[in-house]
């Protein structure tokens, strides 16, 4: 225990307290060795007087509430001792003496006293703190007191890492608040001013309570408030301190510091010892878990695998043969799956049931558990001894599957020789019967009755080869049934089958070779017919063919001449058909003598002739069909006999007409021709001749429409000549538009004359020598061919009469060229090679200001500006001497 009375001998509570030294002593002596100064220094310090009041006060109420009470002045309530005696009884939760309940000095003084001896017997000396101190109210001697308690209850007992009291205190505040920003614990003064120590410890042990990262340093009455408040709002910590009082002391009061933090560690401490306490809890109880699970496991995995082997032995017992190798070869596979499939978990199962059973039983013994004994029957040798007895049946039952698979080979082998060659014989049978019973020669043909034949022939000795064969499958099948083979039954049934079939056989063979060469004696009388029909037929056909050929032939005829050649030569014809008749009735009786010899003797032909395609029906067909387009040609031919006459008629009346009107228009157009050279008098009244000769040819119109109509009857009657006129329709329509055109022409040619020269101021004399120019200039020099280059561009070879005017106007009047329009565009730009789009608005009206905008070029020469633009260009395209 602490002797506290060495480690006080400077803690002096009046006015000789100044004169004691101090000395060592345990750990509690050195700790209080370095309080020498608290009574000189600190009590004497009236702000920290204060402050120890205040701490001590609320310290003492935070374990007096507990029983119920409180004190609210530390110097007086302490004086009868009563609620002295009642603290040191909650703080160590021991009783002590009864005290005594008078309001005499002497009762207070004897309360007081059994409160020091009860501090005194935890080891901590008193010296200098009398009961008279503490019962008259001695203030710096009842803090002394209290802090000693405080000293002894709450902070000697601390202990973190080796150390202990204030030291362990101060090492368990720097390791919780490490982590912190802004907080450094070096003391318990002036490393809590700021309140941040304060927030960092709760919000460490409890993060809901505080947000610690919105504080700030600068605000410490903030801080110290807020931890103040969360610790007796949260943590049961009564407030003991003031915020002011901390933040407005240079140093704050040490003690205080130190008791209220003890408060905290105290809070969180007994925190840490429930969870350590219940972690501890959980450690055994989970391993206590852990261990029945594994027991619970390992009886489940023992009962699931010795039921395994209880079903699985008597299955490998099993020695019941079976019928075939397929299902011998089955238990084999079945057998094989158990090995690869079914027993290899089964084989991990023991493994780790194994595992699980020595894991579990070194488990128990770490854990000074009792060690596991399973059910009855499910010990490691019970499930051992099980699993040597699935192997002995295993390697009985191995051996027995592959002797009886060995047995049934052998007998297999027998047996699938006598399927192969059964196979064999019954695919070469296989439609032999039908074959031989066929009828076939009955429909056929004389050369398939010889292929036939043959064709028997090569079967009969293909029937003696198979004979060696059946031999073979009948001894085969003796031998499986002195073997006792379990399919004999159906061996002996399919030999049978195969014997009877071969007897069936040898009877069918002879009676198909009887039915064959008799019916080849038949089809050869029957063949000479067909060959007499066949050299009758052809001509015959073809006759009826070239026949109705003709009478169906398309004629066209254009004239009364030929339509009559026709009508002779079709009735030449029908003179020729009583014979044809006749020779018809004699090919049709070979065909019926044919067809009885085949029905009597039951031979049914093929239905055709193997000499010819031409069949009887085919005959009668195409004679009836002859009958019947004679009549019809009858009447084609004189329907077209009326139609020619027709025809002519429509011939005549177009060519009177066309006769009359194509040589008028002829006449007409040499008038005009005339007229446009020989025109005399003023230009208006040539104008005024020309219009009314113009409505002299219109008036000549319904003449022409009077043909239209005649030529319309022509076309729909398919006319495409005609004899009588050398005048067609489309002659006649070229020159009436010639015509029309010519004249129309004439009269614009006029007109055009009259605006040249009102626009020219050509005189009706310089008109008239132009006009005598224009047809009588000479073609040969080369003035001419400038002038024709001029006035024919396109060297069509022809001149109007209006574009020889235009030239000869450009020619004899003084007209604008691309140099003179050039000229005036660089006067208009201020002698420049470009103008802009400014000078041209501001020279020119608006709408051809924005033409030449819209068409000059952009100006690329070496002086050109922004906006330029190229007026040469322009003014040569304008001239049509290059392209705008």
């Known amino acids: 225990m602490v002797d506290y009375h060495a480690a006080n001998q400077s803690y002096q509570y009046g006015p000789?307290?100044?004169?004691?030294?101090?000395?060592?002593?345990?750990?509690?002596?050195?700790?209080?060795?370095?309080?020498d100064d608290w009574d000189r220094d600190l009590l004497l310090d009236p702000a920290w007087e204060k402050q120890q009041r205040k701490t001590f006060t609320a310290?003492?109420?935070?374990?007096?509430?507990?029983?119920?009470?409180?004190?609210?002045?530390?110097?007086?309530?302490?004086?009868?001792?009563?609620?002295?005696?009642?603290?040191?009884?909650?703080?160590?939760?021991?009783?002590?003496?009864?005290?005594?309940?008078?309001?005499?000095?002497?009762?207070?003084?004897?309360?007081?006293?059994?409160?020091?001896?009860?501090?005194?017997?935890?080891?901590?000396?008193?010296?200098?703190?009398?009961?008279?101190?503490?019962?008259?109210?001695?203030?710096k001697m009842t803090l002394g007191m209290i802090w000693t308690i405080i000293l002894r209850f709450a902070i000697q007992d601390i202990s973190v890492e080796e150390t202990s009291a204030k030291e362990g205190l101060l090492l368990w505040c720097q390791r919780k608040t490490a982590p912190y920003k802004n907080v450094n614990v070096q003391n318990f003064h002036i490393s809590w001013k700021d309140g941040l120590a304060f927030n960092a410890l709760i919000h460490r042990h409890r993060p809901e309570l505080i947000e610690y990262d919105k504080l700030r340093k600068d605000d410490p009455v903030t801080n110290l408030n807020n931890a103040f408040e969360v610790a007796e709002k949260y943590l049961d910590i009564p407030k003991m301190l003031d915020a002011e009082d901390i933040v407005n002391t240079a140093r704050p009061d040490e003690k205080a510091i130190m008791t209220y933090v003890s408060s905290f560690y105290h809070a969180f401490s007994g925190a840490q010892k429930a969870?350590?306490?219940?972690?501890?809890?959980?450690?055994?109880?989970?391993?206590?878990?852990?261990?029945?699970?594994?027991?619970?496991?390992?009886?489940?995995?023992?009962?699931?695998?010795?039921?395994?082997?209880?079903?699985?032995?008597?299955?490998?017992?099993?020695?019941?043969?079976?019928?075939?190798?397929?299902?011998?070869?089955?238990?084999?596979?079945?057998?094989?799956?158990?090995?690869?499939?079914?027993?290899?978990?089964?084989?991990?199962?023991?493994c780790q049931l194994e595992i699980n059973f020595n894991t579990l039983q070194t488990k128990l013994r770490l854990s000074n558990r009792p060690a596991f004994m399973p059910s009855e029957g499910k010990m490691v040798s019970d499930i051992n001894n099980g699993w040597q007895h699935l192997e002995q049946a295993e390697k009985g039952y191995e051996e027995w599957l592959l002797n009886e698979i060995r047995r049934l080979e052998r007998l297999d082998h027998l047996a699938e020789k006598f399927r192969q060659k059964a196979s064999?014989?019954?695919?070469?049978?296989?439609?032999?019967?039908?074959?031989?019973?066929?009828?076939?020669?009955?429909?056929?043909?004389?050369?398939?009755?010889?292929?036939?034949?043959?064709?028997?022939?090569?079967?009969?000795?293909?029937?003696?080869?198979?004979?060696?064969?059946?031999?073979?499958?009948?001894?085969?099948?003796?031998?499986?049934?002195?073997?006792?083979?379990?399919?004999?039954?159906?061996?002996?049934?399919?030999?049978?089958?195969?014997?009877?079939?071969?007897?069936?056989?040898?009877?069918?063979?002879?009676?198909?070779?009887?039915?064959?060469?008799?019916?080849?004696?038949?089809l050869e009388t029957i063949d000479q017919l067909h060959l007499e029909y066949a050299k009758r037929a052809a001509p015959f056909n073809n006759w009826m063919e070239s026949a109705m050929e003709d009478l169906q032939d398309m004629f066209i005829v254009h004239t009364i001449e030929e339509i009559e050649g026709l009508i002779s030569a079709h009735d030449q014809f029908k003179s020729t058909?009583?014979?044809?008749?006749?020779?018809?009735?004699?090919?049709l009786a070979i065909h019926k003598e044919a067809q009885r010899i085949a029905e009597s003797n039951h031979?049914?032909?093929?239905?055709?002739?193997?000499?010819?395609?031409?069949?009887?029906?085919?005959?009668?067909?195409?004679?009836?069909?002859?009958?019947?387009?004679?009549?019809?040609?009858?009447?084609?031919?004189?329907?077209?006999?009326?139609?020619?006459?027709?025809?002519?008629?429509?011939?005549?009346?177009?060519?009177?007409?066309?006769?009359?009107?194509?040589?008028?228009?002829?006449?007409?157009?040499?008038?005009?021709?005339?007229?446009?050279?020989?025109?005399?008098?003023?230009?208006?009244?040539?104008?005024?001749?020309?219009?009314?000769?113009?409505?002299?040819?219109?008036?000549?119109?319904?003449?022409l429409d009077l043909l239209e109509q005649q030529h319309q009857l022509i076309q729909e009657a398919l006319i495409f000549d005609n004899k009588h006129t050398n005048y067609t329709m489309e002659h006649i329509r070229v020159g009436w538009e010639q015509l029309l055109t010519t004249i129309a022409r004439t009269i614009n040619e006029v007109?055009?004359?009259?605006?040249?020269?009102?626009?020219?101021?050509?005189?009706?004399?310089?008109?008239?020598?132009?006009?005598?120019?224009?047809?009588?200039?000479?073609?040969?020099?080369?003035?001419?061919?400038?002038?024709?280059?001029?006035?024919?561009?396109?060297?069509?070879?022809?001149?109007?009469?209006?574009?020889?005017?235009?030239?000869?106007?450009?020619?004899?009047?003084?007209?604008?060229?691309?140099?003179?329009?050039?000229?005036?565009?660089?006067?208009?730009?201020?002698?420049?090679?470009?103008?802009?789009?400014?000078?041209?608005?501001?020279?020119?009206?608006?709408?051809?200001?924005?033409?030449?905008?819209?068409?000059?070029?952009?100006?690329?020469?070496?002086?050109?500006v922004p906006g330029a633009l190229d007026y040469k260009s322009f003014s040569t395209a304008l001239y049509g001497e290059s392209d705008l």
């Open 603 to 703: 031979i049914k032909l093929s239905g055709s002739n193997p000499y010819t395609t031409v069949t009887p029906q085919i005959i009668n067909s195409k004679w009836e069909k002859v009958q019947q387009l004679v009549p019809k040609r009858d009447h084609a031919l004189l329907e077209e006999q009326s139609k020619q006459q027709s025809n002519e008629h429509l011939r005549r009346q177009f060519a009177s007409q066309a006769n009359i009107v194509g040589p008028w228009i002829q006449t007409k157009m040499e008038e005009i021709g005339r007229i446009s050279i020989e025109m005399n008098g003023t230009l208006e009244d040539q104008l005024s001749h020309l219009k009314q000769y113009e409505r002299s040819i219109v008036d000549y119109k319904p003449n």
């Open 577 to 587: 058909l009583p014979d044809a008749d006749r020779e018809r009735e004699a090919i």
């Open 424 to 522: 064999i014989h019954e695919a070469w049978t296989d439609g032999k019967e039908a074959m031989l019973k066929h009828r076939d020669y009955e429909t056929a043909t004389l050369s398939d009755i010889k292929a036939l034949i043959r064709k028997h022939e090569a079967f009969e000795s293909d029937l003696a080869a198979h004979q060696d064969r059946v031999e073979q499958i009948a001894a085969i099948a003796q031998e499986l049934n002195e073997l006792d083979y379990y399919d004999s039954h159906n061996v002996n049934t399919r030999c049978q089958k195969i014997c009877d079939q071969w007897d069936a056989l040898g009877s069918l063979t002879h009676s198909r070779r009887e039915a064959l060469e008799k019916t080849e004696k038949q």
């Open 16 to 35: 000789s307290s100044g004169s004691n030294g101090a000395g060592g002593g345990g750990s509690m002596g050195d700790y209080m060795a370095q309080e």
């Open 751 to 864: 007109e055009n004359q009259i605006l040249t020269r009102d626009a020219k101021g050509i005189s009706q004399e310089q008109m008239q020598e132009f006009r005598a120019s224009f047809n009588h200039f000479d073609k040969g020099d080369a003035e001419f061919n400038r002038i024709m280059s001029v006035v024919d561009p396109n060297h069509s070879g022809l001149v109007t009469f209006q574009a020889f005017i235009d030239f000869m106007s450009r020619e004899t009047t003084d007209t604008d060229t691309a140099d003179q329009v050039i000229a005036s565009f660089k006067v208009l730009a201020g002698d420049k090679n470009f103008i802009t789009a400014e000078e041209l608005r501001r020279e020119l009206p608006p709408d051809q200001a924005e033409y030449c905008i819209a068409r000059m070029a952009p100006y690329q020469g070496p002086d050109a």
């Open 275 to 350: 969870e350590t306490a219940a972690n501890r809890i959980c450690k055994v109880l989970a391993v206590n878990q852990e261990n029945e699970h594994l027991m619970e496991d390992y009886e489940r995995l023992a009962s699931d695998l010795l039921e395994w082997i209880r079903r699985t032995i008597p299955w490998l017992e099993d020695r019941v043969p079976q019928k075939t190798i397929q299902e011998m070869q089955q238990k084999l596979e079945d057998f094989r799956d158990y090995r690869r499939v079914h027993k290899p978990p089964k084989v991990q199962e023991k």
């Open 59 to 139: 310290w003492c109420n935070s374990h007096l509430r507990k029983a119920g009470t409180q004190i609210e002045n530390i110097d007086e309530d302490f004086r009868d001792g009563l609620k002295l005696m009642l603290l040191l009884e909650v703080i160590s939760g021991e009783r002590l003496p009864k005290p005594e309940r008078g309001k005499m000095r002497v009762h207070k003084i004897n309360n007081v006293n059994k409160a020091l001896d009860f501090i005194a017997s935890k080891g901590v000396k008193l010296v200098s703190i009398g009961a008279e101190e503490i019962v008259d109210g001695n203030a």
